[in-house]
Structures are given as structure tokens and as C-alpha cells.
T-cell receptor, first 112, second 113 residues
Framework: DSGVTQTPKHLITATGQRVTLRCSPR?????VYWYQQSLDQGLQFLIQYYNGEERAKGNILERFSAQQFPDLHSELNLSSLELGDSALYFCASSVTSNQPQHFGDGTRLSIL | AQSVAQPEDQVNVAEGNPLTVKCTYS??????LFWYVQYPNRGLQFLLKYITGDNLVKGSYGFEAEFNKSQTSFHLKKPSALVSDSALYFC???????????FGAGTRLTVKP
């Protein structure tokens, strides 16, 4: 058990909709990272937050946004969903950016 | 920007034989290198890391990796493979002044009995 909790585990929705994915980091970890894993794109870094502030941005679409709350949990918001957004979305956390990241088991998003 | 390459999509080995999963990287500064393993329907699990120091790094489950600066490589190795080692392996790199971690495309390791 990595200590990182992601909810929900599965999410099925339709094109054009909006969803929110939630992540609770390991106790004591200040950094939270979001990744998208798909068969054709591999594992793509989306965004990182550190203690509530955005720290790094990767290949995140403008339709996607994230935030980290004072209790350090994080949410990834995906809007105007398209078929191509179907993927596994992982959250990871670490104490600092130099330390290994610990991954949750992901949210599988299916767009119908 | 940093990048990482895993030249093999798939590696097949027989149980008991040594295994190597290859990784090469490109950074402009000092590299922070990581190996992760992913089992079906699970998140990635940390195996080992290199930041500085000894070029041979020992990690979880009997895995080790050798940092080679001249060849910009960080190959994952294990002396004797187990069937339970079958999984997807990811190499990752981060520059010491950059918070963006880049993952390779992954190598699927299959260990046959």
C-alpha cells in the first residue's frame, strides 16, 4: 500500500461532460503530481503542486485544471471531455521533488 | 529539457537467468534517475534511485541499476529473474533544477518458467 488514495477507481461518462478526480497524498508528503497513462501516449506528466502552489506544468490541456487544498489533498478537473481523454489518471506524492514519488492505484476514466 | 528512452518495448527472459532492462537519458544538468515497476491495474511502485554517489544502486526485490555517465545510461538489472518479476518497468529522469519528471515509454518484462 503506497499510502496514496485516489477516488473514484472507475468513472464512466459521456463526451462534453465534466469530472473531478480526487487524490489524498501520503501522510507528510507536500508534493502532489498528476499523470495520464494511455496506450498510445504512455505515461504523461500533467501537473505538480507543492504545499498548495503550482510547481510544474507538463502536457496538461487547457480543458484540465487542478488544485491542492490546505489539507494537501488534490483534485484534477477535466471538462468538455472527449473520447481521447479515456485513460488511467494517476496521482503521486512525495516529501520533496528530489524524493521518490509514491503512486496511487489510479482512476480509470472511460468516455462513451 | 530532460528526456529518457527505453529502447526495448519487450524483454523476455527465462526464470533464473539474469535480466537487463535498458534506459538512456538526456539532461543538461545533473540527473536524478529512478526505476519504477507497474503491475496490472496498479500504480507505479518505486524500485530504486540514483542521485549521487556510488554508480551501482541497489533497490527493492533484488534489483540494481548502474549509472554510467559517459554512456548516459541507467540500466536495470537482476542476477536471477523470477516469474513474479513480470511487469511493466519505467525509467524516469529529473534534472536537479527542474521539478518535471519524465518517464520512459516503459518496457514489458516477461519471465517464463
Amino acid at each position: 500500500d503506497s499510502g496514496v488514495t485516489q477516488t473514484p477507481k472507475h468513472l464512466i461518462t459521456a463526451t462534453g461532460q465534466r469530472v473531478t478526480l480526487r487524490c489524498s497524498p501520503r501522510s507528510g508528503d507536500l508534493s502532489v503530481y498528476w499523470y495520464q497513462q494511455s496506450l498510445d501516449q504512455g505515461l504523461q506528466f500533467l501537473i505538480q503542486y507543492y504545499n498548495g502552489e503550482e510547481r510544474a506544468k507538463g502536457n496538461i490541456l487547457e480543458r484540465f485544471s487542478a488544485q491542492q487544498f490546505p489539507d494537501l489533498h488534490s483534485e484534477l478537473n477535466l471538462s468538455s471531455l472527449e473520447l481521447g481523454d479515456s485513460a488511467l489518471y494517476f496521482c503521486a506524492s512525495s516529501v520533496t521533488s528530489n524524493q521518490p514519488q509514491h503512486f496511487g492505484d489510479g482512476t480509470r476514466l472511460s468516455i462513451l | 529539457a530532460q528526456s529518457v528512452a527505453q529502447p526495448e518495448d519487450q524483454v523476455n527472459v527465462a526464470e533464473g537467468n539474469p535480466l537487463t532492462v535498458k534506459c538512456t537519458y538526456s539532461v543538461s544538468g545533473n540527473p536524478y534517475l529512478f526505476w519504477y515497476v507497474q503491475y496490472p491495474n496498479r500504480g507505479l511502485q518505486f524500485l530504486l534511485k540514483y542521485i549521487t554517489g556510488d554508480n551501482l544502486v541497489k533497490g527493492s526485490y533484488g534489483f540494481e541499476a548502474e549509472f554510467n555517465k559517459s554512456q548516459t545510461s541507467f540500466h536495470l538489472k537482476k542476477p536471477s529473474a523470477l516469474v513474479s518479476d513480470s511487469a511493466l518497468y519505467f525509467c524516469a529522469v529529473r534534472e536537479n533544477n527542474n521539478n518535471d519528471m519524465r518517464f520512459g515509454a516503459g518496457t514489458r518484462l516477461t519471465v517464463k518458467p
